[in-house]
């Protein structure tokens, strides 16, 4: 499984806007292959969107994404400042990609990692992830595919933003994470974004 990570920043104010642009489209686009979220940033680079979109392989999304779909793509180019896309490939032990009631509140985190990092990375988690998810849901979790390489993307969900501290606290203080690091997995940059799911988001 992979997931398409399309980030657009937008033009200050027009976040609303572009929102309800892609939210009138989306039903036909939906027939073709489903939206896993969408949302919009609250803490980190503001007046941006995140969707995310799965595909059973790359040659299922690019099979998809020809596809014509009467007024698709959305006209968000009037509001659009940027925009970035990630192509992530699955970890073995990232949830199945579904509908799911999860939280009002989900954490994107990206993390740059030293060549050759990964595979240890996916180790180390896969050892502690299980007693992780008892605090809160890991909602995917994967690597990059294509662009900027050694990249681990994590997105986790809460209840609310006093849930999201309260985990952070217990989780720490008892030792269930963060996994114990291997040294040859070397961390070379964090990046963090808090954000709020879209009433149509199928992760809510």
């Not at 806007?17 to 919009?40: H, M, N, W, Y």
């Not at 989900?106 to 993390?111: A, P, V």
Request: aromatic letters at 12%; hydrophobic letters at 40%.
């Amino acid at each position: 499984m992979i997931l398409e990570h399309r980030c657009y920043t937008l033009k200050i104010g027009t976040t609303p806007k572009a929102t309800d642009a892609f939210a009138s489209r989306l039903p036909a686009r939906a027939k073709v292959s489903p939206l896993a979220g969408f949302f919009q940033s609250e803490i980190g680079l503001l007046n941006q969107i995140h969707m995310m979109w799965p595909y059973a392989n790359l040659a299922e999304r690019e099979r998809l994404r020809d596809v014509k779909v009467e007024g698709w793509p959305p006209p968000l180019g009037e509001f659009g400042i940027e925009y970035d896309v990630q192509v992530l490939n699955a970890a073995p032990f990232s949830p199945k990609i579904e509908p799911r009631k999860l939280g009002e509140l989900y954490e994107i985190r990206t993390y740059n990692y030293q060549g050759g990092s990964i595979p240890h990375v996916i180790e180390a988690w896969g050892g502690r992830i299980e007693e992780r998810q008892k605090y809160s849901p890991l909602v995917f979790a994967g690597y990059s595919e294509f662009g900027t390489q050694h990249v681990w993307v994590h997105i986790w969900a809460y209840q609310d933003w006093n849930h999201r501290a309260r985990v952070r606290h217990e989780t720490h203080e008892k030792g269930v994470w963060p996994p114990r690091g291997n040294p040859a997995a070397v961390l070379l940059r964090q990046r963090n974004a808090l954000v709020l799911p879209a009433s149509f988001s199928p992760w809510h």
